[in-house]
């Protein structure tokens, strides 16, 4: 996850929670939930081995979310990254998969 977070962001909301299901070792399996507020990371890393430099995006979904009003919006998100081909060639897009899940009031 990177660490840049912006203290005012979102200031028409009065609270706002964020959580991303993602698999612990993508694509498939257990899942675990993490849990964010308004100072939420731009993006959250990929869990599949295979996977080269994946993420997954949150600014645009929350910030589409929150502009629009929504006081909730459940959505799949897709990772970004690439999976390395054993074989040596080009590699495929992940298969990794997260739901992301945002919950908002807004100020009057």
């Not at 257990?30 to 430099?53: I, Y």
């Not at 994946?54 to 909730?72: C, H, I, M, Q, W």
Request: proline share 7%.
């Amino acid at each position: 996850m990177t660490d840049t977070k912006t203290p005012n962001r979102y200031p028409e909301a009065a609270t706002l929670q964020i959580e991303l299901e993602r698999p612990k070792q993508g694509p498939y399996g257990p899942t675990e939930t993490l849990k964010f507020d308004r100072d939420h990371p731009e993006w959250v890393r990929c869990t599949n081995p295979a996977c080269n430099s994946g993420k997954f995006l949150l600014n645009s979904p929350v910030a589409k979310a929150v502009s629009s009003r929504k006081t909730e919006l459940s959505t799949e998100l897709k990772c970004n990254g690439v999976e390395k081909n054993r074989a040596g060639g080009r590699g495929q897009t992940c298969m990794t998969r997260a739901k992301l899940t945002v919950r908002a009031s807004y100020k009057a």
